[in-house]
Nanobody, 125 residues
């Protein structure tokens, strides 16, 4: 069982930066790939970024590539999402998730079996 707690969301103006954190419980945090997804009202949950268990490999949605950076600190059981040059269209609830072992599609929410409660990010124009 893994529990995830996100933090760091807030209300910012376009062009600003935020860093989201996701603290995980459990001794095997370093064994799993992790990801960030987001979901806006009335829309489906959308893949944002994924990081391998070791942190050596990262993947991003085209919409955030070059602006967002995912990282992790396995000693602290924490994954981060640094968000720069924020746009109003980035407004969403952001969720971190643990990737299911053996699942191949890192960009599908069905590949993840543990989720946090989410943190709201609102970007004003």
């Amino acid at each position: 069982q893994v529990q995830l707690v996100e933090s760091g969301g807030g209300l910012v103006q376009a062009g600003a930066s935020l860093r989201l954190s996701c603290a995980a419980s459990g001794r095997t945090f370093s064994s799993y790939a992790m990801a960030w997804f987001r979901q806006a009202p009335g829309k489906e949950r959308e893949f944002v970024a994924c990081i391998s268990a070791s942190g050596d490999n990262t993947f991003y949605a085209d919409s955030v590539k070059g602006r967002f950076t995912i990282s992790r600190d396995n000693a602290q059981n924490t994954v981060y999402l640094q968000m720069n040059s924020l746009k109003p269209e980035d407004t969403s609830v952001y969720y971190c998730a643990v990737k299911r072992p053996g699942s191949s599609r890192y960009n599908l929410h069905t590949s993840y079996n543990y989720w946090g409660q989410g943190t709201q990010v609102t970007v004003s124009s």
